[in-house]
């Protein structure tokens, strides 16, 4: 419901093993390690009483240990332009939820992991490769607290590595909140 907004968002994650050829899962072996860190300043405008245009600008760090080596960096990540269209706005009419249309545009502004220089890539902020993607949310006020039920699918387009042509595959990011 605001008609501007400003805010951090901060996230931190650990690796604790990957899976190898044959899928079974291992631990990282001993004195290995990764931390990431990311801080995303966003901003979002309502242009019109049902419809809004927002930006993020996430900045990424990694911190990896393998093999005797160790390693931190880190930039500004992948821009993200995202709309958002209200069908219905909740807490308007008491039988009606919220029914919003999602849409994104990720554009490959951080860095990529073949554009790093560092054998542990810990400067890799980005996939380096446009997203597009759509969705909806579903949201429901229910006395002082907000409800809300957010799917989103995306696809990227294809990117060129030393001749050899990658295509990420699509991706579903589900969120209750």
């Known amino acids: ?20 050829d044959e899928t079974r899962y291992r631990p990282l072996a001993a ?18 009483e049902r419809a809004q245009l927002s930006l993020l600008v996430p900045f990424v760090e990694t911190h990896r ?10 930039g500004v990540g992948d821009v993200n332009l995202g709309g958002r269209y ?11 939820p919220g029914l919003a249309l999602l ?8 860095t990529p992991p073949d554009g790093t220089h560092h054998p542990l890539t810990t400067n890799t902020t980005g996939i380096g490769a446009i997203q597009g993607s759509v ?11 907000m409800l809300g039920l957010s799917a989103i699918g995306a696809v990227r387009t294809s990117r060129s590595i030393e001749h050899v042509d990658e295509t990420l595959g699509p991706q579903l990011t589900g969120l209750a909140s």
């Open 31 to 48: 004195g290995s390690g990764e931390w990431d860190l990311e801080q995303s300043l966003f901003g979002a405008v309502r242009f019109a």
């Open 86 to 96: 209200d069908f219905t706005v909740p807490g308007r009419a008491r039988s009606t």
């Open 1 to 20: 419901g605001e008609d501007q907004l400003v805010g951090i968002q901060a996230k931190a994650a650990t690796l604790l093993g990957s899976y190898d």
């Open 65 to 74: 240990a393998a093999l005797g080596q160790s390693a931190t960096g880190g």
């Open 135 to 145: 969705g909806g949310a579903l949201e429901e006020h229910i006395g002082p607290f």
């Open 103 to 110: 849409g994104g545009l990720t554009l490959p502004t951080g």
